[in-house]
């Protein structure tokens, strides 16, 4: 914990020659000037029954990476901080969260809790709380298609799209929910919309 980059990784900085696995570890209060203020990668992370937490960046307060990031086995991120976007992930690759929470997470930019420029798969998890104060997606903010199952998105807040914001790219995209529930998520300006989802340019599906 407490840890200081002066560029990218508060913690952890990896190349892309390998992939960072984090395992039963904790990641507290480490800070970096630029990206990932806990791990940047520019090669896969997992991240299992873990705890990162109060970790701040400019992109991606927790963890950013150039590749695929999966969230698993009860793991929690949480308090973590980006100015610009992604309070706890930012990823140019595909996002999986299966049975892990995400709460109070926060940036000034968009993706409160996650920023992807990937498909992203959410299962059996919880966002709570998050916040993307002038952007999109209070927990999500995702380019590509946004699958949800079995999960709970409760008290996000953003500027649009409360919960989840769903952007198309190039290679299509829809936001894709089946068997969750949206409590209390906010789109927090007179003039935005979708209190608990909104789709640009997608396909919103129940």
């Known amino acids: 914990s407490g840890n200081l980059a002066g560029t990218d990784g508060g913690a952890i900085f ?8 984090v395992s039963g570890s904790t990641f507290t209060d480490n800070h970096a ?19 990162l937490s109060g970790n701040t960046a400019n992109r991606g307060g927790a963890v950013s990476s150039s590749s695929n990031v999966t969230i698993s086995t009860n793991s929690i991120l949480n308090d973590n901080d980006a100015d610009s976007d992604g309070g706890a992930v930012w990823t140019t690759g595909s996002v999986n969260v299966s049975s892990s929470t995400l709460s109070g ?3 000034t930019g968009a993706g409160g809790a996650l920023w992807i420029d990937g498909t992203s798969t959410i299962e059996n998890s919880t966002f709570s709380s998050n916040l993307a ?8 903010r995702g380019y590509g298609t946004i699958t ?26 829809r ?25 640009y340019d997608g396909e919103v599906m129940f």
């Open 14 to 21: 990896a190349d892309g020659e390998g992939d960072v696995i």
């Open 33 to 51: 000037l630029s990206d990932g203020g806990a791990v940047l990668s520019l090669s896969p992370v997992g991240i299992s029954s873990s705890t």
């Open 105 to 107: 997470n926060e940036t």
């Open 133 to 140: 104060e002038q952007g999109g997606g209070g927990a999500i």
């Open 148 to 173: 949800a199952t079995k999960s709970t998105f409760s008290n996000n807040k953003a500027f649009e799209g409360g919960a989840i914001y769903g952007f198309r790219n190039v290679l299509g995209g």
């Open 175 to 199: 936001v894709e929910v089946s068997n969750s529930t949206f409590i209390r998520n906010e789109a927090n300006t007179p003039v935005s919309e979708g209190g608990a989802i909104s789709a």
